[in-house]
């Protein structure tokens, strides 16, 4: 299986701040990386899929990068609307594997 | 809009067994693969099972083979989980969830999840 390790596993940052997460992959998966939101209590959203294609009615200071085993996702603004746990998933090979999680809070 | 609705959680006993359901609408359900994915208390997100389509091909995570099934009826616009054997590990919000069409193994759109808790 592929392992997807995400960095920092924790954040604090101020709203304005620019926010970065790494996903690495143990193995290349071209770009085929998704990222999901999740909010505490409540399901995964999508945010990003195909290393940086924005879903339907994301914000624009979300984006993402990367390709082959190394992907990022930033926040170009932070938001209190943005406090939550952000996880990537590779699609690239069966089966389909998360990273741990980063969760982002408000300094 | 697109929706998921998982049911059929609670709380089994070690050994015990339940059956998930989650209804779709918004998509044609007929046309798209779909998982089940669980989240442990504190955890983080794992792939449990999925089933193409036409219910012709299935997958399951190594940690739940044999024990859980999945299955689904297009004509009801219903996915299903049969789980048996449950362990006390299996307890976590399950969630279906829509895979990404072409994108075979991406998770696309989820449901609100259903509390599994396996306790004696």
């Known amino acids: 299986d592929i392992q997807m390790t995400q960095s920092p596993s924790s954040l604090s940052a101020s709203v304005g701040d620019r926010v970065t997460i790494t996903c690495r992959a143990s193995?290349?998966?071209?770009?085929?990386l998704a990222w999901f939101q999740q909010k505490p209590g409540k399901a995964p959203k999508s945010l990003i899929y195909a290393t940086s294609n924005l879903q339907s009615g994301v914000p624009s200071n979300f984006s993402g990068s990367g390709s082959g085993t190394e992907f990022t996702l930033t926040i170009s603004s932070l938001q209190p609307d943005d406090l939550a746990t952000y996880y990537c998933?590779?699609?690239?090979?069966?089966?389909?594997?998360f990273g741990g999680g980063t969760k982002v809070e408000m300094k | 809009q697109v929706q998921l609705v998982e049911s059929g959680g609670g709380v089994v006993q070690p050994g015990g067994s339940l059956r998930l359901s989650c209804v779709v609408s918004g998509f044609n359900f007929s046309t798209y693969g779909m998982f089940w994915a669980r989240q442990a208390p504190g955890k983080g997100l794992e792939w449990v099972a999925f089933i193409h389509y036409d219910g012709g091909r299935k997958y399951y995570a190594d940690s739940v083979k044999g024990r859980f099934t999945i299955s689904r009826d297009n004509s009801k616009n219903t996915l299903y989980l049969q789980m048996n054997s449950l362990r006390v590990e299996d307890m976590a919000v399950y969630y279906c969830a829509k895979s990404g069409g072409w994108d075979l193994w991406r998770f696309d759109i989820w449901g609100q999840g259903t509390m599994i808790t396996v306790s004696s």
């Open positions: 998933q590779q699609y690239n090979t069966f089966p389909p594997t």
């Open positions: 193995q290349g998966i071209s770009k085929y």
